[in-house]
């Protein structure tokens, strides 16, 4: 079975939706990881242990997403390998990629399981709530490698149009994870430390027997004995074009960190409300990153074929496409916003302030749907460099503000969501700019 997909030419929608919706369907399945955590910690275990968990995401993000960042710089190289035909250099960046992404992910393993509880002090966690946190947060980063791993050949798949086969592996184990969490907190009672063990498992299994198959005999990318020798030109191309990507994230990440530092000032409600808020959002948000990954494949793939005005009519398409689910979004929270929240948490105050919350991030959905399409059409023609410019912004917004707009009397609280909106939206301008100034037309990372 050959799902490969060349996106060079036909229907640049039909091309963009039918790539997306695997995709969607395995990001889908991947927040489900946390949604499963969220809602056994949150039933089982009680709102102080979901506030224990809660506080370590933005911390356990960074650390995941500095690793991701690589993986999709080099897809980027492969998407326009591929879309140029040279499968030769392609096999190269595959597993040169491969080399460094191991290497960079049992490294940030090692020194996140190790900083856990200096960081979480840091972040002004609630003395009662570290050690859960603690516990939490060692066992999750120190699965950093293991999603890393998931990440590159997911990566790799993706940058030669094949977004089916990684979804068949996350789906099975999703299932696993979801049995796993059962048995680890409920039958064996292992509390905190029992959800963590349930992801990180899960992660692993499915990016082992994901690269397993991948590269066996007839798949999409066949590896030879003459293509494993390592590259230093091309190796050093993987991070010149994914460590802005991965520092962006870093960045990215930090300032939700920032942010959630100032949310564990107002308490345990408001903490345990900003975690349901951030998991409802972490899964609204999945379509917009699945546009983001089609959109910079497409992209990618037209680059290395010398189409860059397909490519643009392929932005024009996610736009679109990412203005409707924007709103569609919106009205659902503004109908059902309480009920959603109620599904992860039983406190009256808690689903009061969480379901109030997401209905005011909601108005800016839009632009958070505009960052993501034009960040994957820029990184897709290799502008990676913008990412820094781009995570820059989300750092000075989020810190800036968030002191700023929570230190306002009649705003106190609410300060939190608000940051994320006007984060949104000037981060959105600062992408379309960078996008009409066409600095991108020069950047393709291929000779």
């Known amino acids: ?60 993000y960074l650390f995941y997403t500095l690793c991701i960042g690589l993986s999709i710089g080099a897809g980027v190289i492969v998407s326009q390998f591929f879309g140029m035909g040279d499968n030769k250099k392609l096999r190269s960046a595959v597993v040169n990629s491969a080399v460094i992404t191991a290497v960079f992910g049992l490294v940030i393993s090692i020194i996140s399981s190790l900083a856990a509880e200096p960081i979480l002090r840091l972040l002004n966690v609630p003395k009662h709530l570290i050690g ?6 060692k066992i999750a980063c120190g699965g950093t490698a293991a999603v890393a791993a998931y990440n590159w050949i997911n990566a790799m798949m993706r940058a030669v ?105 107002f308490g ?44 643009v009519n392929g932005l024009r398409s996610a736009l679109k496409i990412s203005t409707i689910f924007a709103f569609s979004v ?44 034009i960040r994957g059409f820029l990184n897709g023609t290799g502008d990676t460099g913008y990412a820094l410019v781009n995570g820059a912004a989300e750092v000075i917004c989020r810190i800036g503000l968030s002191l700023i707009l929570t230190s306002v009397s009649f705003i106190g609280y609410w300060g939190i969501w608000l940051t994320t909106c006007f984060t949104w939206f000037i981060t959105a301008a600062v992408s379309v700019i960078r996008y009409k100034s066409g600095k991108w037309r020069n950047k393709a990372v291929i000779e």
């Open 132 to 137: 859960d946190s603690a516990v939490y947060m």
């Open 161 to 265: 149009g094949d977004s089916k086969t990684p979804l068949i592996f996350l789906g099975a184990a999703s299932i696993l994870n979801a049995a796993m969490d059962i048995l680890f907190v409920v039958v064996l009672d292992l509390g905190v430390s029992g959800a963590a063990w349930a992801t990180v498992l899960a992660q692993g299994l499915s990016a082992a027997s994901c690269i397993i198959f991948c590269f066996g005999k007839g798949r999409e990318i066949c590896i030879s004995k003459d293509d494993i020798k390592a590259d230093r030109h091309m190796m050093l191309r993987c991070i010149k074009t994914g460590l802005p990507i991965a520092v962006q994230n870093g960045l990215i990440s930090v300032s939700m960190t920032a942010l959630q530092r100032v949310t564990n000032g």
């Open 330 to 373: 919106l009205i659902m929270f503004i109908l059902f916003g309480r009920q959603l929240t109620a599904c992860f948490v039983t406190g009256d105050s808690v689903i009061h302030i969480a379901s109030r919350a997401i209905v005011i991030t909601g108005c800016f959905y839009w632009a958070l749907g505009a960052i993501h399409t």
């Open 1 to 60: 079975m050959n799902n490969t997909r060349y996106m060079t030419d036909g229907n640049e929608t039909g091309h963009i939706i039918r790539f997306a919706l695997p995709l969607l369907g395995g990001n889908l399945l991947q927040q489900t990881y946390n949604i499963i955590d969220t809602l056994v910690v949150g039933r089982c275990l009680g709102d102080n242990a979901l506030a224990a968990v809660g506080a370590t995401g933005s911390i356990t």
């Open 268 to 311: 345990e409600n408001v903490m345990a409300a900003y975690t349901v808020s951030m998991r409802i959002e972490q899964l609204v948000q999945q379509p917009f990153s699945s546009l983001n990954a089609a959109v910079s494949t497409f992209t990618g793939q037209n680059i290395g074929a010398g189409k860059s005005g397909r490519a």
